[in-house]
């Protein structure tokens, strides 16, 4: 499987932290460079990652270096630089969401199977064995028939705001952070087609984004999902599945370090617990080398593209009947 050299577009503190670093760690991608309007910044990535920088996103665009564009903008540019990216011919990685609605999100997806490019959305937890672990246990029989599913995602206000107090800028908690408990019953449910049930959207007195959001999902198969997610509040990063013959549940789902080793509490039929360890990664690496597979063709994009469209449509029936 050939290399495959990527530029990143965006050097916020989550790039820097956490892509860059992944991309080092990736045997499947070489990082050929780095963009950003803040000067300094990509002298200092470009310097520190022997690389190339850009100021200039069309000479980025244009570089015939560059193979994909991972783009770690603010929420609400992501689709105008994610079809400024398929226009120059170039594979679109995009950070969560995709885009801030269903139609935005078709476009792209529209407009890369035109140009036979691909397009993925960088949802990490994904990845990880954490994950993996959790659907397993839908299939050994332990849980029985699920009946429902909850999550929780909720983090104190961050020391840098960015575009996360601006709404313009796709700020707020439900494109930041209600979009990985809609995921993941896309994820863990792939077969089958959700309903909003309910939903409600909140902004807490003297905030200029949303805060807070609920939603009851149905899922065709029957599963109900309860999902809650906040910002400015005490920490919570939690799922739950809960079955006709036992449970499981799970902290830091979402979001954990590569030492992170997960832990799953199981309760079975009379609800006597017994915990189970799985194993640490590094699930931003282990999402790149996903991508590169989808990129070069190895593995199957179609899956990705139903979560992805699944998860945009719900996230419009959210936002619309939350903000009734």
């Known amino acids: 499987m050939s290399t495959l050299r990527i530029a990143v577009w965006g050097l916020g503190p989550h790039a820097v932290r956490k892509i860059l670093p992944a991309i080092a760690a990736s045997p499947l991608v070489r990082l050929s460079g780095v963009c950003s309007r803040n000067a300094e910044s990509v002298a200092a990535q470009a310097r520190l990652w022997n690389c190339t920088g850009w100021t200039d996103v069309g000479a980025m665009l244009e570089d015939q270096e560059v193979d994909v564009v991972y783009v770690a903008t603010p929420i609400g540019l992501h689709a105008e630089h994610g079809r400024c990216v398929l226009q120059a011919g170039k594979h679109l990685w995009c950070e969560k969401p995709l885009a801030m609605n269903l139609d935005a999100t078709l476009d792209l997806l529209g407009m890369a199977r035109r140009k036979r490019l691909s397009v993925c959305e960088a949802l990490m937890y994904l990845y990880h064995p954490q994950f993996q672990q959790l659907r397993a246990y839908m299939t050994d029989g332990r849980l029985g028939t699920v009946l429902s599913a909850g999550s929780r995602f909720g ?14 800028l796709g700020g707020g908690a439900l494109f930041d952070l209600g979009c990985y408990p809609v995921s993941a019953i896309h994820a ?4 089958h087609e959700t309903r909003v049930v309910t939903s409600h959207v909140g902004t807490r007195a003297g905030s200029a984004v949303d805060t807070d959001g609920t939603t009851v999902l ?8 309860h999902l809650e997610w906040r910002i400015d509040c005490a920490y919570r990063n939690e799922l739950t599945l809960w079955g006709t013959e036992g449970s499981v549940s799970t902290h830091q789902i979402f979001s954990k370090p590569p030492t992170y080793v997960p832990e799953f509490e199981l309760r079975d039929l009379r609800g006597v617990a017994t915990v189970e360890t799985g194993v640490a990664a ?8 996903r991508f590169a597979r989808v990129t070069n063709g190895t593995v199957d994009e179609h899956p990705e593209h139903t979560r992805i469209v699944q998860t945009a449509r719900v996230m419009d029936e959210i936002w619309r009947r939350g903000n009734q």
């Open 155 to 168: 983090i104190p206000k961050l020391e840098y705001a960015s575009f996360r107090s601006d709404r313009s």
């Open 282 to 289: 590094d699930h931003f690496a282990a999402m790149l080398d």
């Open 188 to 191: 863990l449910f792939p077969e």
């Open 218 to 225: 149905e899922v065709a198969n029957g599963v109900t999902a």
